[in-house]
């Protein structure tokens, strides 16, 4: 039999100004309010309610493609989607569960940190945090336990993957350059972790991935199907063999990068579907069947969408959008907010022991509720508090330590600019965890340190003035 694996990776970075809790407009997405809306309009929705046409474009029916596909969808996401797009919400754990009992017990939905963070790039316990908060927040969303974990930016070290194991995820995905020695036939390898632990690697097709995501692939539906599982499968197939493809891509590859794109692998699901030889199943299912027996290497601080690896998160590493600028803020950039958390956790840790025996195991507990209104996380940090305390202020350490660790978001780096939209998204945070934490001492160190982040935009100036123009003033609820 021959499986196929389409895996989906669905982000948006946290747009809520966090001292109103409310997405802004953003010019930039019009028609639509903000990009929320309109990724939404062009993407989750499409691939909640995809069109399903017979060859000859008549339209036979809807899919809903979480049913189909493996997928993970950020903390961040989901947290808008709920409220603002509840039947996208509903779609997805609805796919999820369907899959559930489609596959024996192993649903589509797969978790991921809760922050869109580089994770070979932070400290042990901010990836344990980040690990446990993205578990607890996917098993109170989708009610069971997680089996796999996606990495942004399938970003990967040791120790995160050591992490993964310890925390009991089953398996992650990377690119196919990101391990040795290659996968045969698809099959996961293994990783040992020690002490009796061990995690499951799949790699994804390093062809077809790209030709879906870049190429021509999403434009025929027909020929989609034929790549994933080409014809002959049907006349050789044995019982007894396996064989996999496994595609992964941003989900917003279909129908907001490519236009109709969720139309064509709707197509292609119910082409294979009628094929006996051909099923369509997620990477919890085909483990249960064809555990990893060989032992894989990892490509240390490697990522899936930088030739230097991690290097496009703090470095000039010559990766680009726009030709021609200048990525020597990356840098600056990196060591000012690696500065602020250091400050940010002594504060809390400080502080946060007279409120709570141990705030470290608070912290970690914390993301079972951090997405839930300030009710919710009041009465959690209330439930936890010395008696006699203040739970009030405990509520905001722990809202700062959420901000704290948001503001390393992978999209603050990925762009061309310090002065860029997503990085004054994670700067905002920065001001926020500030405010919650620290003091006018620490944001002036902060300052001083974004001072010689230079900003492409000469209008812009540098860190400092982005923080000071465009970040900080949020709090006042000026726009950013």
């Given amino acids: 039999m021959h499986s196929v ?7 948006q970075p946290p747009r809520e100004n966090p001292w109103r809790d409310e997405v802004e407009e953003e010019p930039t997405a019009a028609p639509f309010h903000d990009w929320n809306e309109r990724v939404t309009h062009e993407c989750y929705r499409p691939f909640a309610t995809a069109r ?7 339209v036979q029916g809807h899919v809903n493609l979480f049913e189909w596909a493996s997928f993970d969808a950020a903390t961040t996401l989901l947290r808008w989607l709920e409220p603002n797009a509840p039947e996208v919400y509903r779609a997805i754990l609805d796919g999820d569960r369907a899959s559930v009992r489609r596959l024996r017990g192993h649903g589509n939905a797969i978790a991921m940190p809760y922050h869109h963070v580089i994770l070979p790039l932070a400290s042990r316990r901010d990836k344990v945090t980040e690990v446990r908060w993205g578990l607890a927040d996917f098993r109170r969303r989708f009610g069971r336990g997680a089996e796999g974990l996606w990495l942004p930016e399938t970003a990967v070290d040791e120790e995160t993957l050591v992490v993964l194991a310890e925390e009991g995820v089953r398996f992650t995905v990377l690119a196919p350059h990101q391990v040795e020695p290659p996968p045969s036939g698809g099959a996961p390898l293994r990783f040992v972790a020690g002490g009796g632990r061990e995690l499951a690697i799949f790699a994804y097709d390093g062809t077809l991935s790209p030709g879906v995501a870049f190429g021509r692939l999403v434009e025929d539906g027909a020929e989609l199907a034929r790549h994933l599982a080409p014809p002959i499968l049907d006349e050789t197939a044995s019982r007894d063999a396996f064989t996999l493809t496994t595609l992964a891509m941003d989900g917003e590859t279909f129908g907001h990068h490519r236009k109709f794109a969720e139309m064509a692998l709707a197509r292609a699901v119910a082409l294979l579907l009628a094929r006996p030889a051909v099923r369509i199943e997620n990477f919890a299912a085909v483990l249960a069947r064809a555990p990893a027996l060989v032992d894989a290497r990892i490509v240390e601080g490697s990522s899936w969408s930088c030739p230097h690896g991690v290097e496009r998160w703090r470095a000039d590493c010559g990766c680009r959008a726009t030709p021609g600028t200048s990525q020597a803020w990356r840098r ?99 001001a926020y965890a500030l405010e919650l934490l620290g003091d006018d001492a620490l944001e002036r160190g902060l300052l001083d340190r974004l001072a010689v982040a230079p900003a492409n935009d000469a209008g812009a100036g540098d860190g400092a003035q982005v923080y000071r123009s465009r970040a900080h003033r949020s709090r006042a609820g000026t726009a950013a």
């Fill in 5 to 11: 694996v389409v895996h989906a990776h669905f982000y």
């Fill in 52 to 58: 399903l046409r017979d060859a000859a474009g008549r």
């Fill in 332 to 430: 600056p950039l990196r060591a000012a907010l690696n500065w602020l958390a250091r400050e940010l956790d002594h504060r809390f840790e400080s502080e946060g022991a007279t409120f709570f025996p141990d705030p470290w195991r608070v912290r970690d507990a914390f993301g079972a509720v951090a997405a839930l209104p300030r009710a919710a996380r009041h009465a959690f940090a209330a439930a936890r508090v010395r008696d006699g305390t203040d739970a009030e202020r405990a509520t905001r350490l722990l809202d700062g330590v959420s901000a704290r660790l948001g503001m390393f978001g992978s999209c603050a780096w990925f762009f061309d600019d310090v002065a860029g939209h997503e990085t004054v998204l994670m700067l905002r945070l920065a």
